[in-house]
């Protein structure tokens, strides 16, 4: 009992660290481009190596890439907008969530649908 006390006094003593964020969301936004960029390039070697040697996955790698950056920007500016105050706000938990969960949704998933379909159209042709 007397643990579970000091615990408590301990917890009371702490500062609560304030999440920005902005910040926050800047940052899941590099990650999440540095990420699909990855898988996509990897995607794309992947496709190469198997066979397809025409240009077209070279020119999907760069629009692809290119496309990507509009969107994630998208989410970064609707967070980067807000107030100090709004920047704090607890509040904005679910939202961030919300925006993070797709996010990351689009950076992984997106490679891997693109690189499917491409390889589907293939082998069609």
Do not use: N
Not at 44 to 54: E, I, P, Q, W
């Amino acid at each position: 009992m007397r643990e579970l006390s000091q615990h408590r006094h301990i917890a009371e003593d702490q500062t609560v660290e304030v999440k920005d964020w902005r910040k926050r969301m800047s940052d899941h936004v590099a990650w999440a481009l540095l990420v699909y960029t990855g898988l996509q390039i990897f995607m794309t070697v992947k496709a190469l190596s198997a066979g397809m040697s025409s240009i077209l996955p070279y020119m999907a790698l760069i629009i692809l890439v290119a496309a990507i950056i509009p969107a994630c920007r998208w989410f970064e500016r609707r967070w980067t907008v807000m107030s100090d105050e709004e920047a704090t706000d607890p509040a904005f938990a679910g939202a961030f969530r919300r925006d993070t969960v797709m996010l990351w949704a689009i950076a992984i998933g997106l490679p891997l649908v693109l690189t499917g379909l491409c390889k589907v159209i293939f082998a069609i042709v």
